[in-house]
């Protein structure tokens, strides 16, 4: 199994700022998600992180607005630029195990 | 494409009625895995199962049971003697995991238990 580490679990940001999201897993993994949930919605994966690469980012979803990175095997951050209201979101990192996808706490982000 | 469709969006029950949630999936990958995922208030993801393309047997855990029918492209999941912990929002999954893709999940059901 794995353990992740979300911080902050929440925030209350000001539109026009950026805010970073860590997630520390406690064992090495190749590969990290980041998803994001709107309110009243199902998960929406954003980018695939890879260590040493570049991330893959889906379709609507694109590198100036949620910078990635991937600096070891063991973390990784996810930045929400030049936020707007419709950034409020829970977004929650992922990590792929044997048997399951091991989710974050999430972090509960509401723009203002 | 894959895609995960949940047509309920949310079931009322009375507690200890039986409820079962649907989840039909569309995916070209003969090789593939089905996921459900609980999400309680609290907003955690709290893995349910995980059920391979190549074993349709179906499964039971406690009050809990999985119908995996690849003929109709379904993956539903039964609650027997619903409690109103069961109350929370429950999500059916798809991923073609030895490609180490993403999961695509459904839409979710949200799950009124009642006392």
């Known amino acids: 199994s794995a353990v992740i580490s979300q911080k902050p679990s929440r925030d209350i940001c000001q539109r026009g700022t950026s805010l970073t999201i860590q997630c520390q897993v406690d064992s090495q993994v190749t590969m990290m998600f980041w998803y994001r949930q709107q309110p009243g919605q199902s998960l929406t994966l954003i980018a695939t992180a890879n260590q040493g690469s570049e991330a893959t980012y889906e379709s609507g979803f694109v590198i100036d607005k949620f910078p990635i990175s991937r600096p070891n095997l063991t973390f990784s951050t996810l930045t929400v630029s030049n936020m707007s209201p419709e950034d409020s979101s829970i977004y929650l990192c992922?990590?792929?195990?044997?048997?399951?996808?091991?989710f974050g706490q999430g972090t509960r982000l509401t723009v203002v | 494409a894959q895609k995960v469709t949940q047509a309920q969006t949310e079931i009322s029950v009375v507690e200890k009625e039986d409820v079962t949630l649907d989840c039909v999936y569309e995916?070209?990958?003969?090789?593939?895995?089905l996921f459900w995922y609980k999400q309680p208030p609290s907003g955690e993801l709290v893995f349910l199962i995980r059920?391979?393309?190549?074993?349709?047997q179906n499964e039971i855990s406690g009050r809990y049971s999985w119908n995996f029918q690849k003929s109709t492209s379904s993956f539903n999941f039964t609650i027997t003697a619903s409690q109103v912990v069961d109350s929370a929002v429950y999500f059916c999954?798809?991923?073609?995991?030895?490609?180490?893709?993403?999961?695509?999940f459904g839409a979710g059901t949200i799950l009124r238990v009642k006392s």
């Open positions: 992922s990590v792929k195990g044997d048997t399951e996808a091991f």
């Open positions: 059920r391979n393309s190549f074993d349709e």
């Open positions: 995916t070209r990958d003969t090789t593939y895995y």
């Open positions: 999954a798809l991923s073609d995991w030895e490609y180490g893709n993403k999961l695509v």
